[in-house]
Nanobody
Framework: VQLQASGGGLVQDGGSLRLSCAASGATFSNYGVAWFRQAPGKEREFVATIRKSGSRTYYSDSVKGRFTISRDNGKNTLYLQMNSLKPEDTGVYYC??????????????????WGQGTLVTVSS
């Protein structure tokens, strides 16, 4: 499977963005998918994940209530709606696929294929 992330950009504090991740080359619905982000000089961190069917979602505490992950298996696309953005949300956002066990859903090493990343910059 190949992944192509898009939708990043520059937004003001409190603004919104929607990221997309288009998948190709495999049956998208066979995979759980996730968003991670990496700020300059920091480790890549888990943002959110959605299971294969789309029935279960999980979020990091830092984005819970502000971000919404969703998927359209018919369009082979993953989304991340980001509202009430803060400067600390700045970073490169990556989509990834994998089928980790529940205890590993926030671990980058549990995901096998990664997109190229899209930059989100939130200005104060």
């Amino acid at each position: 499977v190949q992944l192509q992330a898009s939708g990043g950009g520059l937004v003001q504090d409190g603004g919104s963005l929607r990221l997309s991740c288009a998948a190709s080359g495999a049956t998208f619905s066979n995979y759980g998918v996730a968003w991670f982000r990496q700020a300059p000089g920091k480790e890549r961190e888990f943002v959110a994940t959605i299971r294969k069917s789309g029935s279960r979602t999980y979020y990091s505490d830092s984005v819970k209530g502000r971000f919404t992950i969703s998927r359209d298996n018919g369009k082979n696309t993953l989304y991340l709606q980001m509202n009430s953005l803060k400067p600390e949300d700045t970073g490169v956002y990556y989509c990834a696929v994998g089928n980790p066990i529940l205890s590993a859903i926030d671990l980058a090493r549990a995901y096998t294929v990664w997109g190229q990343g899209t930059l989100v910059t939130v200005s104060s």
